[in-house]
C-alpha cells in the first residue's frame, strides 16, 4: 500500500504529533542514516490494538491500520516497506518499487528515501547499516529466525548483503520480550547449543526442562560472532522488555490478541546535501 500527497495531508491535518514515548535509536550511525521505533502510542486503532497497531494480519480494522501507515510514511519522510514475516532467514533487496507484503524476514536497501520496516510483538527488530551510510538493512529475529539452520539464521543473512568488512557495520537492538519473561522449551535451547556451546549462557534453568532464554543476548552473541563489535540498543534490561510495559509496548505472549510495533532504518537524501 502506497499512500498519496492527499494521503499524506490527511494524516497531518488530523493534528498528529509524534508521540514522545516513541524510541529514536541512540547509535553512531552516519548522520544521513535515520531510524526509528514506534511504541503503541499516537495512532488511530481500537482496544485491543490500541492504537499505533501497524499490522494487517492481526484482525484490526484496516481502515485504522492503513491510517497509521500513513502517519508513520509522514512522519519518516520516506517510505516504509512492510514484509509478511514468517520467522525465516529471507532478507530481501527493495527499493521505492517494492510492494508490501512478500514474504520475508529482512529487508536490505541502498535506495534514498525508502525505509527498511520490521513489525514486532516480542520478536526482537535489528537495524544495521554501514559506517559511510550507503546501506541500510532491517531484520525481524524471532528465536526460529535467529537460531536458523546449522547455525545460519537471520543475523547471518543480513550480514551476507554487506559487503563492507564486518568492522564497519553498526548494529542497534530495539525492544523484545526480556530474559525475564522469555519462558521456552529444551527444544529452543537445543536449536542453539547444539551449533553454538556459547549459547548456554544465555539459558536459566527453571527445571522441567523449561528455561527463561536471553534473545538480545542470543543475538549480540551471532553478532560478535561474525565479527560486528558496534552493538547497541537492548540491553535485556526491563525497560526493554514488551512484556513488562504493557502501556507502550504490544506483546503477543501478555496479551494473545494485540497490535504489532516496528523498527525503520532510511537513507536521507537530505541529509547528504
Not at 530481501?92 to 541502498?110: F, K, M, R
Not at 552493538?231 to 504490544?250: E, H, L, M, Q
Request: proline share 5%; hydrophobic share 40%; aromatic share 8%.
Amino acid at each position: 500500500m502506497r499512500f498519496s500527497t492527499q494521503d499524506l495531508k490527511d494524516a497531518f491535518q488530523d493534528g498528529f504529533q509524534v508521540p514522545s514515548d516513541w524510541i529514536l535509536p541512540q547509535w553512531p550511525a552516519p548522520t544521513n542514516v535515520r531510524s526509528l521505533c514506534t511504541t503503541r502510542a499516537g495512532g488511530r486503532s481500537k482496544s485491543p490494538f490500541d492504537t499505533f497497531n501497524l499490522g494487517l494480519h492481526v484482525g484490526d480494522n484496516d481502515a485504522d491500520v492503513l491510517r497509521n501507515r500513513s502517519l508513520l510514511q509522514s512522519t519518516l519522510s520516506a517510505q516504509p516497506v512492510f514484509m509478511q514475516q514468517v520467522h525465516g532467514n529471507t532478507v530481501l533487496q527493495i527499493n521505492s518499487q517494492t510492494p508490501d507484503g512478500l514474504q520475508a524476514d529482512g529487508s536490505s536497501t541502498q535506495q534514498l528515501g525508502v525505509a527498511c520496516t520490521m513489525m514486532v510483538a516480542d520478536c526482537l527488530p535489528i537495524l544495521l547499516c554501514d559506517n559511510k551510510g550507503t546501506q541500510v538493512a532491517a531484520v525481524h529475529a524471532g528465536w526460529r529466525g535467529l537460531a536458523g539452520a546449522d547455525g545460519l539464521g537471520i543475523i547471518e543473512a543480513a550480514r551476507s548483503v554487506f559487503e563492507c568488512e564486518a568492522e564497519n557495520l553498526l548494529v542497534w537492538l530495539g525492544p523484545c520480550i526480556g530474559p525475564t519473561a522469555f519462558e521456552v522449551g529444551e527444544e529452543v535451547r537445543e536449536a542453539f547449543v547444539q551449533t553454538s556451546p556459547r549459547s548456554a549462557s544465555a539459558f536459566k534453568t527453571l527445571g522441567n526442562a523449561k528455561w527463561l532464554a536471553d534473545l538480545p543476548a542470543l543475538a549480540r552473541q551471532r553478532l560478535s560472532a561474525l565479527g560486528i563489535s558496534q552493538i547497541y540498543g537492548n540491553d535485556g534490561s526491563k525497560a526493554w522488555c514488551t512484556v513488562s510495559n504493557p502501556s507502550r509496548f504490544f506483546s503477543y505472549r501478555r496479551d494473545g490478541v494485540c497490535g504489532r510495533f516496528a523498527a525503520c532504518v532510511w537513507l536521507d537524501g537530505k541529509s547528504l546535501a
